[in-house]
Each structure stands twice: as C-alpha cells, then as structure tokens.
C-alpha cells in the first residue's frame, strides 16, 4: 500500500493523526490512560526496560497520541509535552541555555517568558539581551558578533499584544551561521497559520492552552523540535519528569480534531471585526497583522498561511483609563480575561509601553486587546457600540 499521507490537506490530518482505531476495539478514539506504574512480562523485561512505558512519568498511550499528532503537524522530528504553555517556555529555555550563556529574547515577550529571563535566569548565571522584533539580518549579525555566548535566539510572531511580526525565515538563516538556537513562540498563528521547523526554527513551542484546547478548559504546552534538537529536549524531559496531565491531552486530542475550522472561523470573523473597529472614529488604528499597518504586514503576507482571533486596537489620544473602565466594565458579552483562544470573547487594557528596554511604543493611544468568540458578530458589535458610547462619557440610564 504507498502511504498518500503527504499528499493529505491538514484538515483531512487532523482526522487521522494520535489515534488508532485496531487497538481501542475498534473505538475512534482511545480511552484516557491513567496509571503510575507499568508492570513488565519478566524479570528480564524489567532489567533490560523493555516495555512500551518505561514508567508513567515517561508517558502513556494517551500522551503519545497527542506527541505523534503534533508532530505529524508541525513536520517536527518529535514533541514533548508540558503542562501550560509557560511551563513549555520556561522547559525550553533552560534546555537551551545553562550558566554563561546569553539568551537573546524579542522586546515584545509574553511578559511570564520576560520574567522568567530577568529573574530565574539571572539567578542561574544566564543573561537576556532583549532586542526589536524587527531586527534585520544585518543587526542580528552585528549582535550576534558582539556576544559571542549567545546559545539561543528566542522569537515570537506576532508578539501577542502589539502584533509586530518578526522575519523568522531570515532571524534563523542567521542564526544558523551563528551556531545559535532558534525558538519560536508559534502561540499565535499554531502551525496550521505558520509553519516554524519549515521555516528554519529549531523549536516551536506553543501554549496548547489557547488554540489547540479551544474551549478554556485546559492548560498545556507543546514542544516540537526538529531532528537535531528532539533527543536533546526528550532527554531534558525525562530528567524533568514533569509529565502534562493525561486528561488534558485527551482534552487537547479533541480540540484537535476541530482546530481547522475554529481557526478558520476565528480568522474570518477576527478580520471582520478588526474592520469594523478601524473604521470607528474612536480608533486610532488596528494592530492585526493581516492589516497594511501592523509591522511586519509584508512578511506576515509572505510566510503566514492565515491569521488567528486574536489583535489590538488603539484609540485617539483623547480617551483616558477611566473612559476606558467605563466602557469594558459594562461589556455584556466581552469577558476581561488574559487568556484567549477559546470560544468566548475577551476584552483586556494592556500598558504595552512599560516593560520594554531595547524599543519604545508610543502608539498615541491605549491600547485594547481583542480575542473573538463564536458569537454572533452583529451581536459582539452592538456591545462595542454601547462600549463605544460609554467611553465617550454618554452615559445611558
Ligand atoms: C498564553 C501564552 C503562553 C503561556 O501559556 P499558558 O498555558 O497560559 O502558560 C505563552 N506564550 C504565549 C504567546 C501565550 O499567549
């Protein structure tokens, strides 16, 4: 039989992959396999560890499906899997750096991974040099040059409130040169809307708490990484032993099957609304990077095979934090949240100009996050509308 899983759409994979039907009695889908220990046939299985699972920190059936999933998706050599996203960046960074080393982090970090760096790095003797996210090839190399401990170049496109996108395809063609690791943060786009091992990246971690979850029930972080860094991240991991919860990953093995259309939908309706915002007199301009705008737009046009649910907006100068308390706290269906990815919407004020060192960001505005939910979108509209009303000060009775 010739194998036609290449020639398969991702929406016909997401169908196919971490299950297998012979061995479940013909169930679809596999059971959650709960279990500490695993016994072995003979007292030589047991010396010589042959068993399918050596020990259930090492995994069970229910993690591995969900491992050889993501793989099959990312077109990485293998996962591991972690517990929340954040455990997935914090896991990657110490498997790529160790005292001496110098990471260097985009400017626009998830603020978690900039604490992270500033405070349990520093302690370990690891320093962070925190750069523009639009850094050219040029600079990194000058950078690059100018730090010779340098093991990792960390990424993420778009940063998650402000949207710059970065040119990973060229950031880790240098990178390369360099011998420095690359990392991407592919929280945003998935690897259904980026493809990061395809595009250089040595390891992609995502926050399968967001998009792959898709219904805020759960936390995870996935790792994949490519054939030269996969048995070096299996191995931390079976140091760590830190394994995700086998409930989660059968959570995220379903969000996996719809993981297509949700972002489909997300991207159609997160496009409608970003226009309908931008065409607001109270909004200054709209950080989406599927919008002329956003920095990065032409890249994000060139590498990007779509864009997800969530961007900003900026309004005119005029509105103040108390206008904006105004307007969010009477949102009848935008929830103020930070997470995002599941099927409701959410709303959130961020300060995006403190907490940056290598760049500024004088938007000329507050900036207000967005995630879009599956609601109706005339429905999300009106309760912007009335928002709109009370930001303006028209106080309705
Ligand atoms: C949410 C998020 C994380 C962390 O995920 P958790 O599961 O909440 O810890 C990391 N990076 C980005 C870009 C995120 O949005």
Redesign the pocket.
């Known amino acids: 039989m010739t194998d036609r899983s290449a020639e398969r759409r991702v929406e016909t994979t997401l169908t196919r992959v971490g299950r297998c039907s012979e061995e479940q009695y013909g169930f679809i889908n596999a059971p959650i396999y709960r279990g500490s220990t695993t016994l072995y046939r003979t007292f030589d299985d047991a010396m010589n560890a042959r068993a399918p699972f050596m020990y259930g920190t090492h995994g069970n059936p229910t993690v591995a499906h969900l491992q050889s999933a993501w793989t099959a998706l990312t077109g990485g050599a293998g996962t591991v899997i972690l517990s ?4 997935a ?1 914090s896991f990657v960074l110490l498997a790529v750096a160790k005292s001496g080393d110098n990471v260097l982090v985009m400017d626009t970090a ?1 603020m ?2 900039r604490r992270f760096c500033d405070e349990f790095l520093r302690d370990m003797g690891i320093t962070t040099t925190y750069y523009d996210p639009l850094i050219t090839a040029e600079e990194l190399r000058s950078l690059l040059t100018k730090m010779p401990k340098t093991t990792a170049l960390i990424m ?1 496109s778009p940063g ?1 409130q402000t949207f710059e996108v970065q040119d990973v395809p060229t950031l880790t063609t240098v990178a390369r040169e360099f011998g420095v690791t690359s990392v991407l ?1 592919n ?2 786009a998935t690897p259904l809307f980026f493809d990061a091992h395809g595009k250089g990246c040595d390891i992609s971690v995502e ?1 399968g ?2 998009y792959l979850g898709g219904h805020s029930d759960l ?3 996935m790792v994949s990484a490519n054939a030269a860094w996969y048995p070096k991240i299996k191995h931390t991991l079976s140091l760590w032993q830190c394994t995700p919860g086998n409930e989660d990953c059968f959570l995220a093995l379903r969000g996996l099957r719809t993981l297509y259309i949700r972002l489909k939908e997300a991207e159609k309706r997160a496009l409608d609304l970003a226009q309908f915002l931008q065409n607001r007199e109270e909004v200054l301009r709209v950080l989406h990077p599927a919008f002329p705008e956003c920095p990065g737009h032409e890249i994000w046009k060139r590498d990007f095979t779509g864009s997800s649910g969530l961007f900003s907006i900026i309004l005119r100068p005029q509105y103040t934090l108390k206008d904006v308390e105004r307007m969010l706290d009477g949102l009848q269906l935008f929830g103020m949240g930070f ?1 995002w990815g599941g099927f409701e919407s959410l709303i959130m004020y961020y300060d995006c100009t403190a907490n940056r060192t290598a760049t500024t960001f004088a938007p000329g505005g507050l900036l207000i996050r967005i995630q879009v939910g599956l609601e109706n979108l005339e429905d999300l509209k009106r309760d912007l509308v009335d928002g709109f009303k009370r930001l303006r000060g028209e106080h309705q009775h």
């Open positions: 929340s996203g954040m455990a960046v998830y978690p991974t993420e998650s943060d929280t945003w926050a708490t967001k936390l995870l972080g997470s």
